[in-house]
């Protein structure tokens, strides 16, 4: 048996990490300025993450969820303070695409509605109603291709109100920064007006959390520049470190119905023991203002080298460490040679734009040294 051929691979075998570093098998050091798709949040291997995860696996690796789990009811509690929606409640699952499976189908549950609105260049998921609600033909089969959903351009509040207005809108899922369409930003205009257009309509608004969230924007949530309160928040990604976890934090005016939701893996031992971890490092070594500050400074950087000229820099874009550099080139000009030749990892999007997701600890003394490897592969087009 073989694996099915899905993803063009980089032919690099990685096989250790440390902080914003990794390693392959021939010993060669690269920086990681994408943080395994924005999963790695509090770094690689990080020695308090080894001893909770290693202390619980040790003692239960996994229970289902028709007994307590005290865990669990930490993480809710942790994360809640952490998050400032204490008041809220956390459904646990495996990934970001349950994630917002279950927050759309929550919202249905609550106002018996089919229809949804989305944002153009949105990304969701790939599994049935997430990949529906997400803006690209390419990946929604047949089977998904329901008919359920209405794709709306970002920031045009009058076209989202015309379609509230209809009174048939199930549910708004939203990224209040967009990843995979480019590192496009919501404004708070745009953001503020919608949430009370939801609430006028019955119609519930989901913000989708699961890249932008988690401390990367250098606020708990992205959605919190913006100045909203969404009745659904999902997360994956950075909430466990690289251990698959989802969640969905519901609005404490929705009430839970035995029978509609459940999952088999999620909230499991391991996953709380380690999302418990994530957030210890969180509080201990405050990486959502490390974030904020590093992000700003990379992004001061990057827009001197724009400014400066002689570079195919056209804007630099994002919040935190969630930045988009939109290159007047492809990406792949760059994002090659960055890993072919200065052994540096970065995402992308599109066709021009060259993503940064690195892990939150990233500090100063690492951005400037993405800036001089940067620097080396422009100099070289």
């Known amino acids: 048996m073989k694996l099915f051929d899905v993803y063009p691979l980089f032919d690099v075998n990685i096989v250790k990490g440390k902080g914003c570093k990794v390693w392959d098998d021939k010993g060669q050091e690269y920086l990681d300025l994408y943080g395994g798709h924005a999963v790695i ?5 990080h020695p308090h993450y080894i001893q909770k995860v290693t ?3 040790n003692q239960l690796g996994f229970y289902s969820n028709s007994v307590i789990n005290t865990l669990q009811v ?9 998050s400032g929606y204490d008041d809220y409640q956390l459904f646990l699952i495996n990934s970001g695409a349950e994630a917002n499976e279950n927050a759309l189908k929550l919202a249905s549950f609550t106002n018996g509605r089919t229809r949804v609105l989305s944002a153009q260049k949105a990304f969701h998921g790939r599994t049935s109603l997430a990949v529906e609600v997400t803006n690209n033909p390419k990946i929604i089969a047949p089977i998904n291709a329901n008919g359920h959903v209405t794709y709306l351009p970002l920031n045009d509040l009058p076209a989202w109100e015309a ?7 199930c549910a708004v899922i939203l990224e209040c920064i967009q990843g995979v369409g480019g590192i496009q930003l919501a404004t708070a205009a745009f953001a503020q007006g919608l949430a009370a257009a939801c609430k006028r309509y019955g119609t519930l608004l989901i913000c989708d959390e699961i890249q932008c969230g988690y401390g990367r924007s250098g606020r708990f949530f992205a959605h919190q520049w913006l100045g909203i309160r969404p009745d659904l928040i999902t997360v994956a990604k950075g909430i466990a470190n690289g251990f698959p976890m989802g969640g969905v934090l519901i609005a404490p005016e929705l009430k839970p119905v035995y029978g509609q939701l459940g999952t088999t893996f999620g909230g499991n031992h391991l996953a709380c023991a380690a999302a418990l971890a994530v957030l210890d490092v969180f509080e201990e070594e405050h990486l959502v203002e490390n974030a904020d500050e590093t992000g700003t400074y990379l992004m001061q950087q990057l827009n001197d080298m724009k400014d400066a000229g002689h570079t195919p820099i056209q804007e630099v874009r994002g919040r935190g460490l969630m930045i988009g550099i939109d290159l007047a080139i492809p990406h792949k000009d760059v994002r090659v040679p960055l890993i072919k030749q200065e052994h540096c990892f970065t995402g992308c999007a599109g ?31």
């Open 351 to 381: 066709t021009n734009i060259l993503r940064l997701l690195p892990p939150l600890c990233l500090t100063k003394e690492d951005a400037n040294d993405f800036i001089k490897r940067f620097k080396n592969v422009l100099s070289t087009l």
């Open 55 to 57: 202390e619980q696996v």
């Open 74 to 82: 930490q993480l809710a509690e942790r994360l809640g303070r952490a």
């Open 163 to 169: 379609e509230l207005a209809k009174g048939d809108v």
């Open 41 to 45: 949040s509090i770094g690689h291997s």
